[in-house]
């Protein structure tokens, strides 16, 4: 086959895969008609997102508003609920998250490792699908696109030293702050020790360490510059302030550094060594850290700076997943292994056909290596509908919510039980979640109950069943207004509260 | 020295995949056999690595 047939059929099967990415996660969505994007957090995105839509910007100091921006922006554009715009464009972050992963190893590692990754990364790893779960879209948009894109071009500019690379890299790693407090935690506990590690071998490789200086002194003045300037201009001192708690506010006291960023331990707690082939799967768990020998040589034999850069990335979050000081929340950093173990994995599955070059050798490797990435794929079965229990508006709760915008006046009071973060944003009615506070049952005009949903990430049957318990046994108290669904705990119940 | 490296290496490498593939094969996405055996084949990942060290530097 002619050079130029080969490049043709090769860039032909990219497509294929980058379209085969976009249909995987587009297929749920078209499917199953979602209502509303998967998890909690979307609740929070919507109301950021309508504070902007309405005022021009927003007054919540607590998250980075760039996905926000982004969606106030589409939205505008094709006139869409922000809800809606999200259901859509969530499952794009998927796209480009693999796209950057895509550039990075084809710049650095070749098409061929670009490709082995790309399918690792796209149909075998869990991760970062498994985050959109729970609504953590800036958390891709930070960590896993503009981080790697940053990434991408940092590492072009360290080596060739160009003013476009060098600012694109200021470019995506000062952005990544605007999009997620953690992946800017996440990117700075990586560039520092990647920086110094690139330095060194550069030290050793005899360069100019003045020259490498300059590049990374313009790299982080313009990431500073680009992030901070437009952020204080744009979106505030609180916002400014809120990034800097967690880089600058305590570094004062090393002390209360560390103990700040501990505390946030407990709310993503490291996970059991076991359930890395959970988390990551089996394949990139085992084909990544295979890749060590490689990448040892590559950095240590070769002195090639991508080595070196992979190595450390992986080294780092796979420390910063487990509990030491300066991790602030294990559980959490643990999922984004997934993109240096799905690069890793891309090297080892080509250097090892270099290295055992003998047929008796590579016939049995590429039939175990074809079985097992073959079984991976198999996998992709499992994903259809694994966002359902999640998403928390479906077709029963769309019945109760139109019933109440045509049925309740606009003043009307809704106390919600259990739980239900979806309701007042949905229907403009006051909501107020009471979960099993009962007290607070006749402070208002409606009680809401809201149904049990099966396979539900955070929460089980009981306080639904608990919910409807207490209900039955102060009957006095209540009207009952309207069921939907079935009148157990799968189904929701309204009632009129007696005054 | 160099070959019994090298075949070390092989031979740890393909009962590792091995295991991946037999794992697979039991329970897809073959969770269900890794997470009771992580200390097994987690050592044998390492020993693996080990030796493919020793290999790769010695070629």
Known sequence: ?499 | MKTITKEIFFFLLSILLFILVYGSFKQNPGLGFFAPHWKLIDLLLIITVFFGILGIWNK
């Open chain 1, 1 to 499: 086959m002619s050079n130029n047939r080969f490049k043709i059929l090769t860039t032909i099967f990219v497509v294929f895969i980058f379209l085969a990415i976009l249909i995987i996660n587009y297929f749920d969505v078209l499917k199953f008609k979602y209502y509303v994007p998967p998890g909690n957090d979307p609740t929070l995105h919507t109301l950021i997102t309508r504070e902007i839509l309405e005022k021009g910007k927003t007054t919540f100091s607590g998250y980075p508003p760039g996905f926000h921006y982004i969606i106030a922006g589409l939205s505008k554009l094709s006139d869409t609920d922000p809800v809606k715009t999200m259901v859509y464009f969530y499952p794009f972050l998927m796209f480009l998250s693999a796209l950057a992963v895509y550039l990075l190893g084809k710049q650095f590692f070749g098409k061929t490792v670009a490709i082995l990754s790309l399918i690792l990364y796209g149909f075998i790893s869990p991760q970062p699908r498994q985050t959109l779960w729970d609504g953590g879209f800036p958390n891709l948009m930070g960590a896993d696109f503009l981080m790697i894109l940053g990434f991408f071009y940092f590492l072009k500019a360290y080596k060739n030293g160009r003013i476009k690379d060098i600012f694109f890299a200021g470019l995506f790693l000062g952005l990544a702050p605007f999009f997620h407090h953690l992946s800017s935690y996440l990117m700075i506990t990586l560039i520092v020790p990647i920086s110094l590690s690139l330095l060194v071998l550069s030290l050793l490789k005899k360069q100019s360490l003045k020259k490498k200086l300059i590049i990374l002194g313009l790299i982080f003045g313009i990431a500073l510059f680009i992030g901070a300037y437009p952020g204080y201009i744009y979106f505030g001192k609180e916002y400014l302030k809120q990034i800097s708690n967690g880089f600058v506010a305590h570094a004062a006291s090393w002390q209360k550094f560390i103990s700040q960023v501990n505390k946030l331990t407990p709310y993503a707690p490291p996970i059991p060594f076991s359930d890395y082939f959970l988390l990551l799967s089996p394949y990139l768990w085992i084909f990544g850290w295979l890749s060590v020998p490689f990448l040892l040589k590559g950095f240590l034999r070769e002195k090639r700076e991508e080595y070196v850069f992979v190595f450390v990335w992986l080294l780092i979050v796979f420390i910063f997943s487990r509990p030491i000081s300066l991790s602030p929340m294990p559980g959490r950093i643990a999922r984004e292994l997934s993109i240096p173990l799905a690069l890793s994995s891309g090297i080892f599955l080509k250097e090892i056909f270099v290295y055992f070059k003998e047929l008796r050798f590579t016939a049995v490797l590429a039939i175990l290596i074809g079985l097992s990435i073959l079984r991976g794929l198999f996998g992709l079965s499992d994903w259809v509908g694994k966002y359902n229990p999640m998403v928390f508006i479906q077709d029963v709760d769309m019945q109760a919510i139109n019933w109440i915008k045509n049925n309740t006046e606009k003043e009307a009071k809704f106390l919600v039980a259990p739980y239900n973060p979806w309701l007042y944003i949905l229907t403009q009615r006051s909501f107020t979640e009471i979960r099993l506070d009962f007290d607070k049952m006749k402070n208002g005009d409606y009680l809401y109950i809201n149904r049990y949903q099966e396979g539900y990430m955070w929460g089980d049957r009981w306080p639904y069943l608990r919910v409807r318990e207490e209900v039955q046994s102060r009957k006095k108290d209540f009207q009952l207004i309207k069921n939907f669904g079935s009148e157990d705990e799968r189904g929701i119940t309204i009632y009129k509260i007696k005054k």
